[in-house]
T-cell receptor
Framework: AQKITQTQPGMFVQEKEAVTLDCTYD???????LFWYKQPSSGEMIFLIY??????QNATEGRYSLNFQKARKSANLVISASQLGDSAMYFC????????????FGTGTSLTVIP | EPEVTQTPSHQVTQMGQEVILRCVPI?????FYWYRQILGQKVEFLVS????????KSEIFDDQFSVERPDGSNFTLKIRSTKLEDSAMYFC?????????????FGPGTRLTVL
């Protein structure tokens, strides 16, 4: 089974609107971390936001927030007030305590912000 | 702001040739990683390195791959006899501590093209 599933290969959003990128995960480890990365067309991987499995509150970083629903095993990324520069691939990733430090990545969602 | 650097940004090689991809992790980081991303696919873990030895590796990381930290700053990935299917973007990453919340910071990647 896939550890990280991103079901939206492509998304469009109007500039200044909010958008939610979906991510579900599969683990039996009670301790894990969830991460979102942005990959613009230039190719680098830019860290956006982190959520720990024991965190009581949803993580927020500026315009990024993570809608963490532990029972549903989902960790959706919400981008508020979209900007043209947000157009990129977005990857959800997970690290589990029992499998060491490696990250498991999803297949990504391509976000296009429309002016 | 400190960052992970990688050289070269693009490497073209003939099948069967050896290549060495170079990375300079963030200076106070202790854990180092290589990932690869075949064009249009998700990022896949290759290997992690700590205290001058491999701590984890994936099934992809077979005998044709090796890693080394030849000095205090560089971290290299060697592919001994490249195959066509090794064509991918290779990312180096590093983090400072073995903790759930410790983000891995990625370099800009090396795009390897095997002809």
């Amino acid at each position: 089974a896939q550890k990280i599933t991103q079901t939206q290969p492509g998304m469009f959003v109007q500039e200044k609107e909010a958008v939610t990128l979906d991510c579900t995960y599969d683990t039996s480890d009670p301790s894990y971390g969830l991460f979102w990365y942005k990959q613009p067309s230039s190719g680098e991987m830019i860290f956006l936001i982190y959520q720990g499995s024991y965190d009581q509150q949803n993580a927020t970083e500026g315009r990024y927030s993570l809608n963490f629903q532990k029972a549903r095993k989902s960790a959706n990324l919400v981008i508020s007030a979209s900007q043209l520069g947000d157009s990129a691939m977005y990857f959800c990733a997970m690290r589990e305590t029992n499998t060491g430090n490696q990250f498991y990545f999803g297949t990504g969602t391509s976000l296009t912000v429309i002016p | 702001e400190p960052e992970v650097t990688q050289t070269p940004s693009h490497q073209v090689t003939q099948m069967g040739q050896e290549v060495i991809l170079r990375c300079v992790p963030i200076s106070n980081h202790l854990y180092f990683y290589w990932y690869r991303q075949i064009l249009g696919q998700k990022v896949e873990f290759l290997v992690s390195f700590y205290n001058n030895e491999i701590s984890e590796k994936s099934e992809i990381f077979d005998d044709q791959f090796s890693v080394e930290r030849p000095d205090g700053s560089n971290f290299t990935l060697k592919i001994r006899s490249t195959k066509l299917e090794d064509s991918a973007m290779y990312f180096c990453a590093s983090n400072s501590i073995e903790g759930m919340g410790d983000t891995q910071y990625f370099g800009p990647g090396t795009r390897l093209t095997v002809l």
